[in-house]
């Protein structure tokens, strides 16, 4: 197999996160984003909506979104289990992913996107409006989960799960997506630290 | 346990639609979105981010995010199988239905939601310039599900699956969000009028 990485976007690094908590290599070939790699004709024809990652598997299946890919990993090889341990669990841990995708990292990367100089090429059209309208909204979650995290040690209860993964990417792109780092939320900052100082995050 | 649904919405429909298809039975509130009765103090309770479906189980467990509810009665009845039969069917079925949320769903409710008056107090602030751009992608995305509907059953595959309920919802919304139904994509409307005569449809 083969996946086609994207280097530091959010995405493809929540991928190579999971895939270093579970201690799986897989061969990887790089894609340079910011070149616009991601739009070229093979990864074009591999995914027709040109996001990274991408994982081909020997027999040519393609699969695309990060989180349909962990599902993949997560069920050839269940431990450490990082989407649930049983039917409630599972659907505790995909409840939390989601929240954290729908109403954390999506808010952050919408003020990325559509505010930031850099995103142009990126997101067209950019509608600075909704950008910004987003900001409030990212905040909010993090008042949220910062009541959340009180005694509680991940997003998803004891255990480090996906949802760990899916909100550390949010947070590490508050700062390009100049939403203020919320330093006051105590719980919430500790979570970070805790998280982000595992190995796998360097991944 | 209890499902507090939410009417013609999206979301409680793919929860109900999905109920259907298993043969399973839940009891059922009904909640009046059209009167923002999510955002009740009854509902913010249960769900911070006052969004419909909400499950409580008996233990007071509560289950928000309608494929994270969705999971948890896959997991328990696992037949028919909506979300994928393996390991790597699993993730064709997840990689879709993700597709159908992000690229087609979200499209065609950001449109709705950012320019139809009767969604000034849903969505604050409406963007209408944001919601208009919404529309071409719309629309670049059944261009490319008629392709791969050519000779294929479903969204995933030979199944029928939570990927077609998710992209049922989405051809549903056309008309509020003024998207153009695109009647000469035969494929796709070959599609659409298998899935919305399944008696599912109705729930």
Known sequence: MLLY?????PNPRRVRIFL???GIK???KPVDMAALGHRSAEITTLNPFQRLPVLELDDGTVLTESVAICRYFEELHPDPALMGID???KAVVEMWNRRMELHFLWFVA???RHTHPAMKEWEVPQVAEYGEAN???AMKTMEFLDTELNGRPFIAGPRFTIADITA???VDMLKPARIERPVHLENLMRWY???SSRPSAAA
Not at 5 to 9: Q, V
């Open 110 to 112: 919408a003020a990325f």
């Open 87 to 89: 039917a409630l669990d």
């Open 168 to 170: 550390m990417m949010a």
């Open 5 to 9: 990485d994207g280097g530091r976007a």
């Open 135 to 137: 900001r409030p909204k």
């Open 193 to 195: 630290v805790d998280v």
């Open 26 to 28: 897989v061969p990887m």
């Open 20 to 22: 270093a908590e579970k």
